[in-house]
């Protein structure tokens, strides 16, 4: 168990609908980064957020949005859903208070999605 | 951002050492270099990070020349189990505000 835990572990669904993926990242730790891994491809970054900011966003399209919370779980909502969003969606957390160094990112296990 | 590249695939036997090497020719002074391996339908997870010269941990040694442009994961008497894709990262310091690429990442294959 790496600390970062992700749900739905599994989501079927069918084109044109919405679904959230949810994460809360390790104890203490302030940052949330979405990944999306298609079969068999690299990791796609999608955005960053930082003690609920955004920091940093990638290629991230326009029907997908992210927000964190204050209690700083972090949503993926996706929308308009397309059957090659089917994918892992990976949520990676780092940057716990007084950590110094550079980011080590905890990945959690990964919401995979097949859309229908 | 510091683009990374790294083969593609490599294979090699039980037992053998194994060096993956990653190219970065453009990292930033405050860069990191981290290297994570990851299985089929699992998480990448870290396996070392290092900023100059060499770093070693009970898994792995990290190679960074003076230079930085490139650094080398050596995998020791490697075993079936550490069939996997592994990924170098370079990013900088924790509270950054910054896109972490991972590049296309080297599909090591282990040989009975």
């Known amino acids: 168990d790496s600390g970062v835990t992700q749900t739905p572990k599994h989501l079927i669904t069918a084109t044109g609908q919405r679904v959230t993926l949810r994460c809360s990242p390790r104890s203490g730790d302030l940052s949330v980064y979405w990944y999306q891994q298609s079969l068999d491809q690299g990791l796609q970054f999608l955005i960053q957020?930082?003690?609920?900011?955004?920091?940093a966003k990638g290629n991230i399209l326009e029907r997908f949005s992210a927000q964190q919370f204050p209690d700083l779980h972090s949503e993926l909502n996706l929308s308009s859903l397309e059957l090659g969003d089917s994918a892992l969606y990976f949520c990676?957390?780092?940057?716990?208070?007084?950590?110094?160094?550079?980011?080590?990112?905890?990945f959690g296990a990964g919401s995979r999605l097949t859309v229908l | 951002l510091a683009k990374t590249t790294q083969p593609i695939s490599m294979d090699s036997y039980e037992g053998q050492e194994v060096n993956i090497t990653c190219s970065h020719n453009n990292i930033a002074t405050n860069d990191y270099i981290t290297w994570y391996q990851q299985f089929p339908s699992q998480g990448p997870r870290f396996i070392i990070q290092g900023y100059k010269t060499k770093v070693t941990n009970e898994v792995a040694s990290l190679f960074i020349p003076a230079d930085r442009k490139s650094s080398t994961l050596s995998l020791p008497r490697v075993s079936l189990s550490d069939t996997a894709v592994y990924y170098c990262l370079v990013g900088g310091p924790n509270f950054g505000n910054e896109k972490l690429t991972f590049g296309t990442g080297t599909r090591l294959t282990i040989i009975p």
């Open positions: 990676a957390s780092s940057g716990g208070q007084g950590v110094s160094g550079a980011n080590v990112l905890t």
């Open positions: 957020y930082y003690n609920g900011e955004e920091r």
